[in-house]
């Protein structure tokens, strides 16, 4: 049985583009670079978490049981859980919001987040 590789918050970041995106949810580590194109919610979606912790988005969306069947194939580790490095990680991306497109109800959620942060 091969040992589970694990991934420190720097060590995602390095993943996040269109050539080789990753994602983290739940604590888990998924390759999502081949299923870009295939996202029902398209691929800005995925784009705009890319690279990061995106637990909170994912599970604000709802997504399906198929849907976590689809990420288990696209597993390929652990995030590391370092409070230290996640709290940086955390402030270094509260202090810089996403634009957000008219209409776009997932990043209009998002501004809220931040701006909720500042009170």
Do not use: Q
């Amino acid at each position: 049985m091969s040992e589970v590789k694990t991934f420190s918050f720097a060590d995602l970041a390095n993943h996040g583009s269109r050539d080789s995106l990753y994602l983290a949810v739940g604590g888990k580590v998924y390759d999502c670079t081949d299923f870009i194109d295939e996202h029902p919610g398209g691929e800005e979606v995925l784009l705009d978490e890319a690279g990061r912790d995106a637990t909170e988005s994912f599970e604000d969306v709802g997504h399906s049981d198929e849907a976590r069947e689809i990420m288990y194939k696209m597993y390929v580790g652990d995030l590391k859980s370092d409070s230290t490095e996640k709290t940086k990680a955390k402030s270094a991306s509260a202090t810089t919001p996403k634009p957000i497109a008219a209409g776009d109800s997932a990043d209009s959620g998002r501004l809220v987040s931040w701006i909720k942060g500042f009170f």
